[in-house]
């Protein structure tokens, strides 16, 4: 949320997507806090909303309509959306801990990471049940179930353990959709048996009696066999065995029992109470540490004891979100009281619903469709996003910042914004560079002579006998507010040429700007973008032996990197060797810069930017290697001109012509979706202006995928020339190792007369 006058000051981190977070997120979009910015972790790009869950189950909702999209959210309010798992946290050093990914700093963190039901404590259940939670792994084991009784011939029996409303709820909506497959298909829903496990006499034990006998008359009447005060007490593949030893064979367990705080919690130094949730006080802040707060099911306040609902979860957002507001300001966060009793619609899969507040019970198909009615606008804060209301905000909000500073951060706040305004472009303080770079390790290469192991003022490395140099420079500004990833895909961008060359990258000097703002805010950006940077570099056993860094306006990072190959110029994988006959393959999908188009826009999905970065990071040099072994005529990586910039590149110097299939061409998900929406990357209309080497282009330029010939691409695949008859075994391995998408999209034809090389086919 860095506005060009005004540097972050300060960092709070969101832990998990939750109803919590996703208010905060909503809040900081509509209005932003100068010199604060949000980074939001979280195990998935979308985020459920558990109120329409069983509904989705049921089959009244598609995914996208009970998953908020916390990528796009993100985009909204100015965020950085770190797609990653939580595994702990340093609180001496004020950083979350990730799977993937370096330490994130944060000034005031927030918790909302939801609960996990509790399999552990029985043998069996964690290998063999599948729990609710998280719901990303349930909807996966969900949807396979659901192709497994569609094949399945004969009975199929599932159970549920943990009959309060959740396990009810999603238990009825399992059978409603199950049973109505069936029936598409002609069969008897007969075929299916389902089981509710409850350690309690009871069912629903939160609720009253009235709307307990409702269900056990809904559960009866549906054929569901109850067994009540029946814990489970070991779980086999394909078997229950309860406490009294009863047996009960089921295709599929689901483990939807009281639920419990994420492990990793207990060594954070954190207070838990008994279940493993995090204690916090009336303000939402965790009894052991101010700066640390905790909402939804995670949270347990101390002076009022709340079941785990979504309901609360959503309610602590704006509390959450004023006191994290204060907390940045130095302001004293205010207490939040929780509603005692609340109202709890209870669907039973058949578009039906209970309502059940204290005493009260009533229900009806009504109460279903206000149930629905509610969720719907609930859901719809967070899917009308706009862009131009989001920059709007952003650009009002460049006003002093309020954030509480120490007077040496007052200092350093200062002088950022005076460098920019004096626009010097200075170089980053050597402080701050020496502590961030510091930090890594590049790969250490015997024929590096002069690094930055020893730095002087320039590198100085060997090159061997036999061998000549091949030199290449990349540079591009971010396009993903996430500095880690931008960096991995900076340098495989970078590296992409080498590969493409068939040569070998040696070392690499790192040319990057970053703007100006407080020292440890700086530091910790050049860490996370070059440890990124690092991982690919290390990884190709390429030395980074230096490089610059100055402040910019923007985000940006590029690399002039070395490498050698064979002084032999036969052995140069060259863009000029295509020869007629050969198939063109391309092994990467295409479509990143469309996709990024829409993601600025808030026009892409979540799952869309994340699978095209998992393509971006890929690296093209296994890919390389494997063209190399099957005799590839030409290569070149796919980068800025596009499809057609670079076949075309290609076809002109090796005196051949081409047919490209359309209709063939790998794409990344949504990219499609972006064009036919005319969203297009800013780069497109100076590739369009190629299409002139297009001989047949007035009748395709309808095709729908026509304008993805022109995408711009980042560390995009490799674009190859084979021999025919080496093509499928080439096609078949480089699949094999990775590049899963691999396809022949084309032909190389002889030259012809025409003028123009290229001959698309539908
Ligand atoms: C079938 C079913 C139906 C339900 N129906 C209702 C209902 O109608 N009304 C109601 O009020 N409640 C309902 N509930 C309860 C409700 O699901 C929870 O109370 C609610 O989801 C809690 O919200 P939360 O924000 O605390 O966490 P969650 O909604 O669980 O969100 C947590 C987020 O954090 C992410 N996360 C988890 N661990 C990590 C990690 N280590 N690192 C990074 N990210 C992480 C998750 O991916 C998720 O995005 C239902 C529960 C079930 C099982």
């Known amino acids: 949320m860095q506005t060009p006058d005004q540097p972050i000051l300060r960092d709070i981190v969101l832990v998990g997507g939750g109803h919590s977070h996703v208010g905060v ?12 910015r949000l980074t939001v972790i979280c195990t998935d790009a979308h985020t459920p909303y558990s109120g329409m869950l069983p509904g989705y189950v049921a089959g009244h909702y598609d995914y996208d309509a009970v998953h908020i999209d916390l990528s796009r959210l993100a985009v909204f309010a100015g965020a950085r959306f770190y797609r990653d798992e939580v595994i702990g946290l340093d609180r001496t ?7 993937n990914r ?120 549906r054929g569901v066999v109850v067994h009540r005060g029946s814990a489970v007490t070991q779980v086999l593949p394909g078997l229950l065995r309860t406490a009294s030893g009863q047996e009960v064979q089921a295709d599929e367990i689901v483990w939807v029992t009281r639920a419990g705080g994420a492990a990793w919690l207990n060594d954070t130094g954190l207070a838990l109470d008994a279940d493993g949730f995090i204690q916090v006080t009336d303000s939402l802040q965790t009894v052991t540490d101010p700066a640390i707060f905790a909402a939804g099911d995670v949270a347990s306040m101390v002076n009022h004891p709340l079941e785990k609902a979504g309901v609360f979860a959503v309610r602590q957002g ?46 009806g198909a009504w ?27 952003r650009s009002q909000a460049t006003s002093a910042s309020t954030v509480a500073l120490t007077s040496e951060e007052s200092l350093q706040a200062i002088s950022a914004i005076a460098m920019r305004c004096g626009g010097c472009g200075a170089k980053v303080g050597a402080t701050v560079l020496s502590r961030a770079l510091g930090q890594l390790q590049p790969v250490d290469r015997a024929d590096v002579l002069v690094g930055l192991k020893d730095p002087d003022d320039a590198a100085v490395v060997r090159v061997p006998p036999g061998k000549a140099m091949v030199h290449s420079v990349d540079f591009f500004r971010a396009f993903v507010d996430d500095p880690y990833l931008f960096g991995k895909v900076a340098a495989n961008h970078a590296l992409g040429d080498f590969w493409a060359m068939g040569a070998q990258a040696q070392s690499a000097t790192a040319i990057a700007t970053v703007p100006p703002g407080l020292e ?106 494997c063209l190399l072994a099957f005799g590839a005529t030409a290569c070149t990586d796919l980068t800025g001109f596009g499809l057609l910039g670079h076949l075309v590149e290609m076809t002109r110097p090796s005196g051949v012509d081409a047919e490209l299939y359309l209709d063939a061409l790998p794409l990344l998900d949504g990219a499609q979706e972006c064009v036919s929406a005319g969203i297009v990357s800013s780069l497109q209309a100076a590739n369009v202006r190629l299409r002139r080497a297009l001989r047949n282009q007035e009748a395709m330029v309808t095709h729908p995928r026509y304008p993805l010939i022109f995408d711009p691409q980042t560390a995009g695949g490799l674009l190859a020339s084979v021999p025919a008859d080496r093509a499928d075994a080439c096609i078949a391995a480089l699949r094999k190792a990775g590049y899963a998408h691999t396809t022949a999209i084309g032909r190389i034809l002889a030259q012809t007369d025409a003028l123009e090389p290229i001959v698309l086919r539908g």
């Open 367 to 393: 109460v279903w469709r206000w149930k629905d009615w509610i969720d719907r606008s609930f859901m719809r804060k967070f899917q009308d996003l706009s862009p131009m209301d989001a920059n709007a905000l």
């Open 102 to 221: 370096p330490p994130v700093p944060f000034d005031v963190l927030s918790i909302n990471l939801g609960a996990t039901p509790q399999a552990h404590g029985v043998p069996g259940a964690v290998e063999h049940a599948v729990a609710v939670k998280p719901i990303a792994q349930f909807n996966a084991r969900w949807l396979a179930l659901l192709e497994r009784v569609r094949r399945h011939t004969g009975t199929t029996t599932v159970a549920v353990v943990g009959a309060g409303a959740g396990g009810v709820e999603l238990l009825l909506a399992m059978q409603f959709r199950l049973r109505k497959e069936l029936q598409l298909l002609g069969r008897n829903p007969g075929e299916l048996a389902f089981h509710l496990f409850t350690d309690r006499d009871v069912i629903l034990p939160t609720h009253n009696p009235g709307v307990r006998r409702r269900f056990d008359a809904v559960l009866a009447e």
């Open 93 to 99: 050093n004020r950083k979350v801990l990730c799977r």
């Open 520 to 625: 440890s805010k700086v530091e910790d950006l050049l860490f996370q973008m070059m440890t990124g940077a690092l991982e690919v570099l290390n990884a190709a056993n390429c030395a980074l032996v230096g490089g610059h860094t100055g402040e910019g306006k923007e985000l940006a990072l590029g690399f002039a990197i070395n490498g050698l190959i064979d002084d032999d110029p036969t052995q140069i994988l060259r863009k000029n060797g295509m020869r007629a006959g050969d198939v063109l393959i391309l092994t990467k999908p295409i479509g990143t810069g469309a996709l990024f188009a829409a993601h600025a826009r808030l026009a892409a999905k979540g799952r869309w930017i994340d699978a095209a970065l998992q393509s971006m990071v890929v690296s093209n040099q296994a890919g390389a290697q």
């Open 318 to 363: 704006p509390p959450l979100t004023e006191n994290l507001r204060l907390t940045v300001q130095g302001a004293a966060p205010k207490p939040y009281h929780p509603q005692r009793s609340w109202l709890a619609l209870i669907s039973t899969g058949n578009q039906f619903a209970i309502a059940s507040r204290g005493w009260l019970g009533f229900g």
């Open 25 to 36: 997120l909503k809040s900081f979009g509509m209005r932003p806090m100068p010199g604060v």
